[in-house]
């Protein structure tokens, strides 16, 4: 059973702090890695995605992946409050021809207060 | 450049009654993916189609349900005899064809609420 295991939370940062998000996953031959946000009634829109062992930047978000940990983490610098969701980390499949499908974890509820 | 299109938003089917989803992919893109999130769950991948072919149903319940996409026309998603476990949002993404083992994500559909009465 590939598996992809997201702390709940929620997680509960001030305004201005550095949101650190983490995921583990139990297969070792996905090879790529996806942060989505997901507002409440929303659909998960993708925010990050990372395929290559370090650190990935795009603005205030910044992806980091460790292969041999079989670790992926979301570092959301300067939150704000339109930050509160729910992040969703996924993983592609990595055996057969379905490397399209993702398993995505059960999500890290994020709220951001002022 | 319209997104990935999901019809209905929302949809309410009496218990026994069939519910068909409606998705049509980004311009250009072959491949559709559903995903169903029960309520205060993550998304859990349901079936992955091509054209007129099925790659990957490993993630639909043995009946009931069914998917298709034909060569023309949305790909539709089929629940007969719903029942209320069958309620959730069912969301659709697209993609091109991808280059074996590369993914760089999908956008998905705004959704179908699907509540079953």
């Known amino acids: 059973q590939k598996e992809v295991e997201q702390n709940s939370g929620p997680l509960s940062v001030p305004e201005g702090a550095i949101a650190s998000l983490n995921c583990t996953y139990s297969d070792r031959g996905s090879q790529s890695f996806f942060w989505y946000r997901q507002y409440s009634g929303k659909s998960p829109e993708l925010i990050m995605f990372?395929?290559?062992?370090g650190d990935k930047e795009d603005g205030r978000f910044t992806a980091q992946l460790n292969k041999a940990s079989q670790y992926v983490s979301l570092l959301i610098r300067d939150s704000q409050p339109s930050d509160s969701a729910t992040y969703l980390c996924?993983?592609?499949?990595?055996?057969?021809?379905?490397?399209?499908?993702?398993?995505f974890g059960q999500g890290t509820i994020l709220t951001v207060h002022p | 450049n319209a997104g990935v299109m999901q019809n209905p938003r929302h949809l309410v089917r009496r218990r026994g009654q069939e519910a068909r989803l409606r998705c049509s992919p980004m311009k250009g893109h072959s491949h559709v993916y559903w995903y169903r999130q029960l309520p205060e769950e993550g998304l859990k991948f349901m079936v992955y189609?091509?054209?007129?072919?099925?790659?990957?149903e490993s993630g639909m319940p043995k009946e009931r349900f069914s998917a298709e996409f034909p060569k023309e026309g949305p790909s539709i998603l089929r629940i007969q005899q719903v029942v209320r476990g069958d309620s959730a949002a069912y969301f659709c993404?697209?993609?091109?064809?991808?280059?074996?083992?590369?993914?760089?994500?999908?956008?998905f559909g705004s959704g179908t609420r699907l509540t079953v009465v």
């Open positions: 993404a697209s993609s091109p064809r991808l280059e074996r083992s590369v993914n760089y994500g999908y956008t």
């Open positions: 996924a993983v592609n499949d990595a055996g057969g021809t379905s490397y399209g499908k993702l398993t």
């Open positions: 990372i395929y290559s062992n």
């Open positions: 189609l091509q054209k007129e072919n099925i790659i990957d």
